[in-house]
């Protein structure tokens, strides 16, 4: 397999897992949620690799995961005290977990390959050089990565369609059926940090945000069934990805700087034609 056709199919597993919980963020107005957590679950990756001292530890996923939810969690309690909206909850807990992180590399992890520039741009061209052997099977790690991260969130969303589609359109009804929104929300919260870390060394926390919301904004503007829009969200994710990958191709630009440039454009197009 040659290494363009390998960016392009990390790229594309990417978009899928990131659009499938982006749905389900724009549709409960938790869009800024995403940019949240996508930074601070650096934080979570940092504290664990000080314990653990090995970058390719699962246990990695697991803080990050954990981070995630600390986040949610944070912006919760603030967000009920009615002091202050959820949106300024959200900017006053995500700058101070992510600085907190930035403070803790620069001075604890320099010499790491760890550092804040390729968190927040990433690197698609170098994704096929870190490689594994699964099944026997040379594969890229973000392949095999992202892959499995889109697996489980096709997954969760098949097992409990229902009872997201309840909690997000009706949350009360949700409770009085007994179907927990609240374990619901966090194990959708817990599933967009996994997501999250998962697409950082491969395409940074900048492209992750672009592609968790545009293109779930833009196939809600095309639909209003939620298994459509599911579907929309994907394709348009993936379009996004792939068309990104040949503009960065034929500018020699940067691939994720070019995907999400891209998501944004297709945004624009159903946007003007919806």
Known sequence: ????????????????????????????????????????????????????????????????????????????????????????????????????????????????HLDVDA???????????????????????????????????????????????LSTFDPALATALGFAPGLLHYGLMALVSITAVGAFDTVGAILVVALFITPAAAAYLLTDDLRRMLFLSVGIGVLSALSGYWLARTVDASIAGSMATMTGLVFVIVYVAA
């Not at 938790?30 to 690799?49: E, K, P, R």
């Not at 994704?127 to 392949?143: E, H, N, S, V």
Request: aromatic content about 8%; overall charge neutral; charged content about 15%.
């Open 119 to 165: 968190v927040l741009l990433g690197e698609l061209a170098f994704a096929p050089f870190d490689r594994a052997l699964i099944l026997g099977l040379d594969l890229p790690k973000a392949l095999v990565t992202m892959g499995a991260i889109l697996l489980a969130n096709i997954v969760f969303i098949s097992v409990f369609y229902k009872e997201l589609k």
């Open 1 to 112: 397999m040659s290494a363009s056709l390998e960016i392009q199919l990390i790229a594309v597993l990417t978009a899928a897992a990131c659009a499938l919980p982006g749905v389900f963020l724009v549709l409960r107005s938790m869009a800024m949620m995403a940019d949240a957590i996508s930074h601070t679950v650096l934080l979570g990756i940092v504290l664990v690799f000080f314990v653990v001292q090995d970058l390719q530890s699962p246990w990695l996923l697991v803080g990050a995961a954990a981070t995630g939810l600390v986040t949610v969690t944070l912006v919760e309690m603030l967000s009920r005290t009615r002091l202050v909206r959820e949106d300024a909850a959200i900017g006053l807990v995500f700058p101070a977990l992510f600085s907190l992180a930035v403070i803790l590399i620069s001075r604890f992890a320099r010499g790491v």
